[in-house]
């Protein structure tokens, strides 16, 4: 059994979901507001340039023309989208469009839907983590190395990003290179668990828990409990 923050294929999906949905978005809005032409030997690339009051956004050889206030219309609803796509909807059910289809959802460390104001801090982050020119190579190193496959993002708000499945159970991790899913048993000639409700941790070599409130780790020499 694998731990349920060894997800790291599925969340590689859901960026590509959602970044498609993205670019959809704002093609169906420049196609809407903007009059397209072409620019031929431009090559490839992304440039926005402003010329008086109008607006041009070139993509390789295509570009698009927007008048007076449409470029800042433009923006908003696609600021819209990413606000409710990556904020509000991963707040309130624990995922975005992208992760709800590969069967992730983001929580807290007691397991719950992560909520609006840590998916937002989340987002905020991706700025750092989808470096450079928003190949998440910064996030995706992360997730590899990293205890609880976390990037700097889920670092920062305090979240993990887990199997669908164990949405509702306190997230339990050790090296994310380490054992997966279930803890083994003490080695031959440790004492019993101190407490019914703890288990192995054979990445660290202690006994731990789950306290109500956070992961606590037991310390043979003194007999308690400190928080990992």
Known sequence: MRQPTQVVPRRVLAFVIDGF???LVWSILLGSFGEQFEVPGAGSGFEIETLGNATFIRLGE????LEGGEFGLVSLVALGWWLFNLVLLTGTTGASIGKLASGI????????VCGVGKAFVRWILLIVDAFPYFVP???FVMTLTTEGNRRLGDMAASTYVVRRDAVGSPVAVGSALGYPGAYPPAPGGFAGPPAPDA?????????????GEAWVGHDAATGSWRRL
């Open 105 to 112: 959802r983001v929580v807290r460390e007691d397991g719950q």
């Open 137 to 139: 190579l910064v996030g």
């Open 199 to 211: 288990r192995w941790d054979p990445g660290r070599g202690i006994w731990i828990r789950w306290d």
């Open 62 to 65: 295509n570009a698009w023309a």
């Open 21 to 23: 949905l993205g670019i």
